[in-house]
């Protein structure tokens, strides 16, 4: 009984030292880029005020992207970004956008820094 446990032993142990572990690329917690310092850009708010690096500066930074006029998806997104705990909250617009309604917005989620391209 011993030799069979130990013959069954010593197969499954050639077994898998001969199986080959497929490499799944870089792990989802690893960057693939090294981050890039961005000098000659900037950060709009909707009321034409800058979103200077010390609104990133030591505190995590919830970040959200709409596209045009602020439709319900993008109200969603905003009350979404109001309810998250802590830190900063930025809610980015790419493309044309219609200002009247999101400096409405921008009065009702005055905590969501709401900006522009």
Known sequence: MNRLITVAFSVA???LLGCK????????????????KISNAALFRINHSAITPVFFKEQWTWVAFAR??????????????NAADGGQKLLFF???????????LAGQFPQVAIATA
């Open 94 to 104: 790419e493309g044309p956008a219609d200002n009247k309604r999101l400096n409405a």
């Open 21 to 36: 572990s497929e490499n799944p690329g870089p792990s989802v917690l690893e960057e693939v880029f090294p981050p890039a």
């Open 13 to 15: 142990i050639l077994l």
């Open 68 to 81: 045009g006029g602020c439709d319900e998806d993008c109200t969603q997104k905003l009350q979404q970004l």
